[in-house]
């Protein structure tokens, strides 16, 4: 009997903490239901990964006043083991674009140029639509996409270099949408542009690289019309781009871990890029870095979206309000496109600002996709919050977009718990 006592009162004191341990984790979860809601995320976003589809991504959840959430998962270098964290940093593709026209902006701003000059008052040599030759693009037009420049098959097979210095010998060269080139063949930003824009240029295509449209008349993305306004805002402040950019966005907002190549970052910190699961990318730029090569951590895009935010909301610190509104301003209707997805919630070329993409269902920010990267950076302009997810492993199969949008739908569904 004394034995069955001794059982009893030990069950009762077992139930009694288990209670207690209860009871204060019920407690805690009242006390700081933001720590519980981050917890729960991390736990769901982790099951994500272990699908087994990516080596690695970031994400960030901000809204006009702060970061709420920022992670990172899987591996920023899968062969050493180095984890993916919100401080790994890894080039954005063309959510860089948006930088231009914060830039753009900021020259504005400055005196340095207007947004209905046209181009040729800044640089010295000639881009015109050979169809229209006496139709002036103006800065403006490069800046909504409706200059008429199409990016060509020239573009694509020149634009990116691997970086020297390089084992290439374990790495995929052959990425079958940009051809990686060796960087002997680097050439400076203008004259690559004068390549592929002017009459005389090496890479230069009458038939397919203009709209036969007037400028201004029509949608058409532009990576090459996105660097020639990153020439023009250099022509008209004399700064280069990525000086100006660090003056007048990155270091205003402490952007401290971002930059334009791998000199200008702490390259320890750069996540490898796969072609798949199991094979590296060489480590990449372009000669036309400003249209998709900005390396950032998730910490750092987390306060350039809040910056955003605040911009749009009228309480930015990079511009004054009237150039924010000018930003944020939707430039086109529906006869600048042939064609516009309306049901696509995160289509960013539904209309446009200045380098800033509009969806219909009411988002503002934008898309990036290059060799093994995939991006998006969005904000909701009715609750003031967003989101921002990028992988460095390419998702060409049907189950690799599924993921990526399985992971951005839980970073939307958990922002209004992590808003309070």
Not at 60 to 87: M, P, Q, R
Request: hydrophobic share 35%.
């Amino acid at each position: 009997m004394k034995h069955i006592k001794k059982i009893i009162i030990l069950i009762i004191g077992i139930n009694i903490c288990v209670s207690c341990n209860q009871k204060k984790q019920r407690t805690n979860e009242l006390q700081n239901p933001m720590q519980v809601a981050k917890d729960s995320l991390t736990a769901e976003l982790d099951s994500i990964y272990k699908q087994g589809l990516t080596n690695g991504f970031g994400v960030a959840i901000v809204n006009e006043k702060k970061t709420l959430y920022s992670n990172g998962f899987g591996w920023a270098d899968k062969a050493n083991k180095i984890a993916y964290t919100e401080n790994t940093i890894q080039h954005i593709a063309s959510i860089s674009k948006t930088l231009i026209g914060v830039a753009l902006m900021k020259a504005h701003e400055l005196g340095k140029l207007n947004l209905d000059d046209p181009i040729d008052k800044y640089i010295a040599f000639k881009v015109l639509n050979p169809n229209y030759p006496n139709k002036k693009i103006t800065i403006q037009h490069l800046a909504t996409h409706t200059s008429t420049i199409v990016d060509t098959k020239h573009y694509m097979d020149n634009a990116w270099i691997i970086t020297p210095n390089q084992d290439l010998s374990k790495v995929y060269k052959n990425y079958p949408y940009q051809r990686l080139n060796p960087s002997a063949t680097a050439i400076q930003m203008e004259d690559f542009l004068k390549e592929v824009l002017t009459t005389k240029g090496k890479y230069y295509d009458k038939e397919n690289g203009f709209l036969k449209h007037k400028p201004g008349d029509k949608f058409e993305y532009s990576n090459i019309g996105a660097t020639l306004t990153a020439l023009i805002i250099e022509k008209a402040t004399g700064i280069p781009f990525n000086k100006f950019t660090k003056k007048h966005i990155l270091q205003p907002l402490k952007m401290n871990s971002a930059g334009w190549s791998l000199n200008e970052v702490d390259a320890t910190k750069h996540s490898k890029l796969y072609y798949d699961l199991d094979i590296p990318l060489p480590f990449y730029t372009a000669i036309t870095y400003p249209d998709g090569m900005l390396i950032a951590s998730c910490n750092d895009m987390a306060k350039y979206l809040t910056e955003l935010i605040k911009g749009y909301t009228g309480n930015g610190t990079l511009l004054n309000k009237k150039n924010y509104k000018t930003l944020f301003t939707e430039y086109l209707s529906e006869e600048h496109f042939n064609k516009r997805n309306e049901r696509n919630p995160y289509n960013d070329e539904y209309n446009t600002g200045i380098f800033m993409g509009f969806s219909a269902k009411g988002y503002i920010g934008h898309t990036g996709g290059d060799a093994g990267v995939v991006s998006f950076m969005f904000f909701d302009k009715e609750t003031n919050t967003g989101r921002y997810l990028i992988r460095n492993t390419n998702s060409d199969d049907e189950k690799g977009p599924k993921q990526f949008y399985d992971i951005w739908k839980k970073l939307g569904e958990y922002t209004s718990k992590l808003n309070r």
